[in-house]
């Protein structure tokens, strides 16, 4: 007798690849739980800012966040020497931000992080900004 798999395999090999494709990204899909970390940064972020004189603008779409740092809120002035310590000092204490412009940096976390990454990475931020700021004054 025929292998009835063998020809449907053979007939539809567009068919099996569609749906490994789809078992593949359903199993990547559930993986993806970032519907805690949207209204979490932002809070956090909002929180950061109202503590932090330094910290100028907040903006950010889903996981995507820029920040911008100012010596003066009113007057919006760039305070490129303090990003660049707090890119410097995150780096060291296992955060990795980049540098947007000559005083924002970037947060993108992964798709793919956790609830506990997420408050460490923030939490990794805003000691290095507090030592950034204590630095600079």
């Known amino acids: 007798g025929e292998f009835p798999m063998a020809h449907f395999l053979g ?43 330094s910290v100028g603008e907040v903006r950010g779409i889903g996981l995507f966040w820029v920040i911008e740092l100012v010596k003066d809120r009113e007057r919006r002035t760039r305070a490129v020497e303090l990003r660049n ?8 204490h296992g955060l990795l931000l980049m540098g947007a412009g000559e005083n924002t940096m970037r947060i993108i976390p992964p798709l793919v992080i956790t609830r506990d990454l997420v408050d460490e990475g923030l939490a990794i931020f805003e000691y290095v900004l507090t030592l950034a700021e204590e630095e600079s004054n």
């Not at 707090?86 to 060291?92: G, K, R, W």
């Open 11 to 53: 007939q539809r090999r567009w068919q099996l690849a569609l749906v490994l494709m789809v078992t593949f990204f359903v199993g990547f899909m559930d993986r993806i739980n970032i519907t805690f970390a949207l209204p979490l940064m932002a809070e956090e972020l909002a929180t950061l800012r109202a503590r932090h004189p």
């Open 85 to 92: 310590r707090m890119v410097q000092l995150a780096f060291e």
